[in-house]
């Protein structure tokens, strides 16, 4: 399994293999949050930002012989500073996960203690978030994201080594209308990972 393999400090290769082309790129973990993985940003001969959009791409551990094929990359912006999301492709055998539940990537920007942030996943119980402010595990983070309000306790804190912090997040009292968008979540994950990799939901949903 994917999230088993790759942990924080792990090199890999990208391989991105298009119809007219193919080009490798070496990244490392920077975060392992449960079944999902932080990769460093990569770029390429002009020194432009990849995206992976295009193509398939495939992750190949270094050292190893691990490589897994058509993995779904998901590029994470925060004021400038740039990750990549991947949770790889979905296994006929059932996973197993080191958190309590199961994490959603989210990727979109959100509001915490007041200040501009990038939510990373969500959870029934839980959230991540990155941020450009640093605080100490054990304190209580307030989000705002979608119209929702909620807090959560600091459980583990990860240099960027960027100027942001990751933090994750677990939650006592959770809102119905959180539990609604975790949900919603749920869904969109789901199909990313069952689909043809290039194929975005909203396409499939007016076919």
């Not at 994470?76 to 996960?97: A, C, F, Q, S």
């Not at 199961?102 to 990155?130: H, M, Q, T, W």
């Amino acid at each position: 399994m994917l999230s088993d393999k790759l942990k924080e400090g792990t090199e890999v290769l990208l391989d991105n293999k298009t119809n007219d082309s193919e080009h490798i790129y070496k990244s490392v973990v920077i975060v392992e949050e449960g079944s999902l993985i932080g990769l460093a940003a990569v770029t390429d001969e002009y020194d432009n930002f990849v995206d992976f959009s295009d193509g398939r791409t495939s992750i190949a551990i270094i050292g190893t012989n691990d490589v897994f094929d058509d993995v779904k990359i998901l590029p994470v912006d925060y004021r400038g500073n740039r990750i990549y999301l991947t949770y790889g492709k979905k296994e006929e055998t059932p996973r197993n996960y080191h958190r309590e539940y199961r994490r959603y990537p989210v990727n979109e920007s959100c509001r915490v203690n007041d200040y501009d942030a990038k939510l990373f996943d969500v959870s029934e119980r839980g959230f991540a978030v990155i941020l450009d402010r640093q605080y100490k595990a054990g304190l209580w983070l307030e989000l705002n994201w979608r119209g929702i309000k909620l807090f959560g306790k600091i459980m583990s804190v990860k240099d960027m080594d960027n100027g942001t912090w990751f933090y994750g997040c677990k939650v006592d009292d959770v809102p119905s209308n959180y539990s609604k968008q975790v949900k919603m979540m749920q869904i969109d994950f789901e199909y990313m990972v069952n689909s043809p990799v290039g194929v975005k939901k909203e396409d499939a949903d007016k076919a």
